[in-house]
């Protein structure tokens, strides 16, 4: 397997596609199709209109390239919690103060590279529920978008390949599930644990947290090996999977990066509607804007944060908002920016019994310099695999839950999940200090059916400002009392006889967590974001209601699409990199049958 440092340098020498690193560079200012960020869906639509070479097509991207200063973070899988945020891979974002969890500001992640956040997550693949994908169709009004329809899609995207460590994978996932051809690469847990055996041990001993062969098959429930979008010991993002084998096979695709949308440009009018067909960009807020224009449409992939302050700095959003920040309204479009869902994460540890955790390499050190050597060595060892889980789990409330009762059933439906446990070998979290010192094992909890939604909007019309972001994390009773249900079944999980003379006792940050209350007030102590933000630019098939239509259209508006998260119209129970890939893979297609006979 090539490394994607020698497929870069492949690049840099190809004289197909161009590649620019200043808008100024660009030779021409005309494409059939202009794709908005290089990012998860992004690089799937422009590899895939690419295929056909009547067709140019230009992909721009505010942030930078994947390759040199410190990439080895967003190639060496274990690095992976390390790319963002206070990176130059990240947009460095922070939210407003969160109320539901003591005012704080958190840091909220998203990819400024070359993928996007699919080059800085952390590589969990998750098709979700069944019911994920039915409800969408229902809400789009084209049953194109349901599980049995858009399941092609998904073996389009995906090949499955041998985890790096080349161990027997009979019994951990069902071949049948997965694609064997598609660009992106996953892969099984490349790195066993001590706690492998021991948390399927609990699967057998406790029948509330039943094994699951397969999660991919549309039924997530229950405990099951992890899926990492990791090809041998590298990372696989849309950048390496799709982006660059385009660039360096085509002619008919350029890229141009380090190049910020500042807006969409109005160039005239379709069927009494403002046509957008122009794009608006700088490589920042001193330099010259340049602008390209569409002759088909713009597809707009800008990921939930950069779609929906994109569109309202281009006058397309909620009438007051915009003007608040200092914009003219030109499509009254009021479900931009709003609807901002996220799950919410809230880590639990306890000290374990055991020499064979990770905490040893979360720190300088020899354990550190060692699996670093070996990894330099010959690309194994724990650096070559995923180290935040081997194992995913997803459950669902009890059918007499109170919860439910009280507050009705959010998610899509029986095979959906309300809460997801992910175990780690070591102490894993993203808003307490790791201690130096210890042996530990953790549970992350995750609230996979919020019903708390916030907002995105304009700082100003500063096109170079960050937007305000307000994902009002834990801001419903249905959330905070899901997380505490969450907590509990971790407690249980780690009472079963399986982790006998293994765990010791509670971390010193949740030892006091024996009633809903100290519960409550240790989620509202270190809950934070998974990072997951979704449906700022919602679709719906009603007449005055989203953003998109059912084909991911603009509304209101002629000449835009948008494909990516932000157009969901709620968020799905599960990791979001897979079904952002798999509705982009089937919207790459909806795109290529409207230009064969267009309207």
Not at 196 to 209: M, S
Request: proline fraction near 8%.
């Amino acid at each position: 397997m090539l490394s994607p440092f020698f497929v870069l340098a492949a690049l840099s020498c190809s004289a197909l596609a161009a590649t620019y690193d200043d808008p100024s560079q660009l030779k021409t200012k005309s494409y059939d199709f202009v794709v908005i960020g290089a990012g998860t869906a992004g690089n799937v639509i422009a590899a895939r209109l690419s295929e056909d070479q009547n067709r140019r097509v230009l992909v721009i991207e505010a942030g930078r390239s994947n390759v040199g200063f410190e990439s080895d973070l967003i190639t060496i899988p274990f690095f992976g919690p390390n790319a963002a945020p206070n990176t130059t891979f990240d947009w460095n974002y922070t939210t407003v103060a969160q109320p539901s969890i003591k005012n704080q500001l958190i840091p909220y992640p998203r990819g400024y590279v070359l993928g996007g956040s699919s080059s800085i997550n952390y590589m969990v693949y998750t098709r979700c529920s069944s019911d994920d994908y039915d409800r969408f169709a229902r809400e789009a009004g084209d049953d194109g978008w349901s599980w049995n329809k858009i399941l092609p899609y998904a073996f389009k995207n995906e090949k499955h390949v041998p985890p790096n460590d080349g161990h027997n994978e009979t019994g951990q996932y069902i071949p049948a599930l997965h694609g064997t051809n598609g660009p992106l690469l996953t892969s099984l847990p490349g790195f066993a644990t001590d706690i492998d055996n021991r948390i399927l041990n609990v699967t057998k001993e406790l029948a509330e947290f039943p094994f699951n062969p397969d999660y991919s098959s549309g039924n997530p429930l229950g405990v099951s090996w992890m899926h990492s979008t990791i090809g041998g010991p590298f990372r696989s993002s849309s950048a390496t999977a799709y982006l660059q084998p385009a660039l360096a096979a085509r002619s008919n695709i350029d890229l141009v990066y380090n190049a910020q949308v500042t807006r969409l440009v109005q160039t005239g009018q379709k069927n009494g509607l403002p046509e957008f067909l122009g794009v608006e960009f700088a490589r920042n807020s001193s330099a010259p804007r340049v602008v390209v224009r569409a002759s088909k449409e713009i597809i707009l992939s800008a990921g939930a944060i950069g779609t929906p302050q994109i569109l309202m700095l281009s006058g397309i959003g909620d009438p007051l908002v915009l003007r608040t920040a200092g914009v003219t309204p030109v499509v009254n479009l009021t479900d931009v920016g709003k609807n901002l869902v996220d799950h919410p994460l809230l880590p639990m540890q306890w000290t374990a019994n055991s020499n064979n955790t990770m905490d040893p390499v979360l720190h300088p050190g020899p354990a550190f310099d060692a699996a670093l050597a070996q990894y330099n060595a010959n690309h194994t060892g724990r650096f070559a695999a995923n180290g935040v889980s081997n194992q995913m789990s997803f459950f669902r409330l009890p059918q007499n839950s109170s919860i439910l009762r009280k507050y009705g059933d959010p998610s899509a439906g029986p095979k959906a999940p309300h809460y997801e446990l992910a175990f780690g070998n070591g102490f894993f979290t993203t808003s307490q200090t790791i201690p130096t010192t210890g042996a530990y094992f953790s549970i992350i909890n995750v609230v996979v059916s919020p019903t708390s939604s916030g907002t995105v909007t304009l700082a100003s019309s500063d096109p170079f400002a960050h937007p305000i972001i307000d994902p009002k994390l834990l801001s419903t009773d249905f959330d905070i009392e899901t997380m505490v249900e969450a907590i509990k079944a971790s407690k249980r999980f780690v009472a079963a006889q399986a982790w006998k003379g293994y765990i010791t006792g509670p971390y010193v940050d949740s030892a006091n967590t024996t009633t809903d209350a100290a519960i409550i007030d240790y989620a509202r102590t270190w809950a934070t974001t998974i990072k997951h933000p979704f449906s700022t630019a919602r679709l719906s098939n009603q007449t005055g209601k989203g953003v998109v239509d059912g084909q991911l259209l603009l509304k209101k508006a002629s000449g835009v699409r948008i494909v990516d998260a932000s157009v969901f119209p709620f968020i799905p129970g599960g990791h979001p990199q897979a079904p952002v890939y798999i509705v982009a893979e089937r919207a790459a297609d909806v795109i290529k049958s409207a230009w064969k006979n267009p309207r």
